[in-house]
């Protein structure tokens, strides 16, 4: 009744950017992400017959509130699938670096995933993992697999369709992922409220909808053929468009810092001066900037002297779902 699984955290090149059923988490367009090797989730579920309640450890303290109601409302889930009434003890450990600000959404919920689901004893192939894993957090369904994943929308009412594939593994392309670490980060709008407000209200939402299947198709080219820079301006464009749609919601907003533009900025220059670099940003002010390995130490250089930038973490593609 007890079981480890590691799942490692992944950024969007194409992002997931509303939902179509907010309670099974469905998206309103397929996407695609990259998995990282660089931040991830160890979590250990243990089923206990004498539990009243689940109890959770994050990094060893003790959670309560609404994380720990997040965490018991997924387990609802599995306790449903499994037919057992049983309550956990749920230890997870983030290995993301201390104030770095990264949702560690997608981990977390992935490995919740894969541990609970063992430690309850049902066997899970890794699409329907992913279906779990997608009703935890949406993003979540795309870290069950190494390397680059697309997270198919599917068109089913009941989320049966809705689940990522591996579009090619970790070893396919050795690009490199930097996470650019901001000093400040103000508290920013959730994703899911980003979400909504922007589906709800912005006029600029229809085009996102419209431009985002080409997008998708065409990174998948770049990817197979792997055309760096095809792939890193598609990226680029994509989530600069999705950023947009905040901008039109109402009421409007923006996940942008001063130094989140002065990152973009310096990505842009750089471009400018030869070297291939492309950025992308989340529901933050964060930014991740791909590069290839033979440019480093050029481009780590520029990103650590720009004002407001705190730490540089590198990553590779990384890994799927393993168990401990
Ligand atoms: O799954 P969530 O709720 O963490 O939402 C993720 C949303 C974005 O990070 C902005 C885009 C994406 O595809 O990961």
């Given at each position: 009744m007890?079981?480890?699984?590691?799942?490692?955290?992944?950024?969007?090149?194409?992002k997931?950017?509303?939902?179509?059923?907010?309670?099974?988490?469905?998206?309103?367009?397929?996407?695609?992400?990259?998995?990282?090797d660089?931040?991830?989730?160890e979590t250990?579920?243990?089923?206990?017959?004498?539990?009243?309640?689940?109890?959770?450890?994050?990094?060893?303290?003790?959670?309560?509130?609404n994380?720990?109601?997040?965490v018991?409302?997924?387990?609802?889930?599995?306790?449903?699938l499994?037919?057992?009434?049983?309550?956990?003890?749920?230890?997870?450990?983030?290995?993301?670096?201390?104030?770095?600000?990264?949702?560690s959404?997608?981990?977390?919920?992935?490995?919740?995933?894969?541990?609970?689901?063992?430690?309850?004893?049902?066997s899970?192939?890794?699409?329907?993992?992913s279906?779990?894993?997608?009703?935890?957090?949406g993003?979540?369904?795309?870290?069950?697999?190494?390397?680059?994943?697309?997270?198919?929308?599917?068109?089913?009412?009941?989320?049966?369709?809705?689940?990522a594939?591996?579009?090619?593994?970790?070893?396919?392309?050795?690009?490199?992922?930097?996470?650019?670490?901001?000093?400040?980060t103000?508290?920013?709008?959730?994703?899911?409220?980003?979400m909504?407000?922007t589906?709800?209200?912005?006029?600029?939402?229809?085009?996102?909808?419209e431009?985002t299947?080409?997008?998708?198709?065409?990174?998948?080219?770049?990817?197979?053929?792997?055309?760096?820079?095809?792939?890193?301006s598609?990226?680029e464009?994509?989530?600069?468009?999705?950023?947009a749609?905040?901008?039109?919601?109402?009421p409007?907003?923006?996940?942008?810092?001063?130094?989140t533009?002065r990152v973009m900025?310096?990505?842009?220059?750089l471009?400018?001066?030869?070297i291939?670099?492309?950025?992308?940003?989340?529901?933050?002010?964060?930014?991740?900037?791909?590069?290839?390995?033979e440019?480093?130490?050029k481009?780590?250089?520029?990103?650590?002297?720009?004002?407001?930038?705190?730490?540089?973490?590198?990553s590779?593609?990384?890994?799927?779902?393993s168990?401990?």
């Amino acid at each position: 009744m007890k079981a480890t699984a590691r799942a490692h955290t992944n950024i969007a090149l194409i992002k997931y950017w509303g939902k179509r059923n907010e309670s099974l988490i469905l998206p309103t367009n397929s996407n695609l992400s990259v998995t990282l090797d660089g931040f991830s989730t160890e979590t250990t579920v243990h089923f206990q017959e004498d539990l009243k309640k689940d109890i959770f450890l994050l990094n060893e303290q003790n959670v309560e509130g609404n994380a720990l109601e997040k965490v018991a409302v997924f387990l609802d889930k599995v306790r449903a699938l499994s037919g057992k009434e049983l309550y956990a003890q749920i230890q997870s450990v983030n290995h993301v670096p201390t104030a770095a600000g990264f949702a560690s959404s997608a981990s977390g919920l992935a490995a919740l995933a894969a541990a609970s689901a063992k430690a309850i004893g049902i066997s899970l192939d890794d699409t329907e993992l992913s279906k779990l894993a997608r009703q935890g957090s949406g993003s979540a369904c795309r870290s069950i697999y190494g390397g680059f994943v697309e997270w198919q929308m599917g068109e089913r009412e009941d989320g049966a369709d809705s689940f990522a594939v591996q579009v090619a593994g970790k070893s396919h392309w050795d690009i490199r992922i930097a996470a650019v670490v901001l000093s400040k980060t103000t508290k920013k709008v959730s994703s899911r409220e980003g979400m909504r407000r922007t589906v709800e209200t912005s006029p600029f939402y229809a085009g996102w909808l419209e431009q985002t299947p080409k997008d998708l198709q065409e990174i998948k080219q770049a990817i197979a053929e792997k055309d760096f820079e095809k792939m890193g301006s598609i990226a680029e464009a994509n989530c600069l468009r999705m950023h947009a749609t905040t901008l039109g919601a109402n009421p409007p907003f923006t996940y942008w810092q001063d130094t989140t533009m002065r990152v973009m900025q310096t990505v842009q220059n750089l471009r400018e001066k030869g070297i291939p670099v492309f950025f992308t940003i989340d529901a933050g002010p964060n930014v991740k900037v791909l590069y290839l390995s033979e440019d480093e130490d050029k481009v780590k250089k520029r990103l650590q002297s720009i004002e407001g930038v705190e730490d540089i973490i590198v990553s590779k593609p990384g890994s799927g779902i393993s168990y401990l």
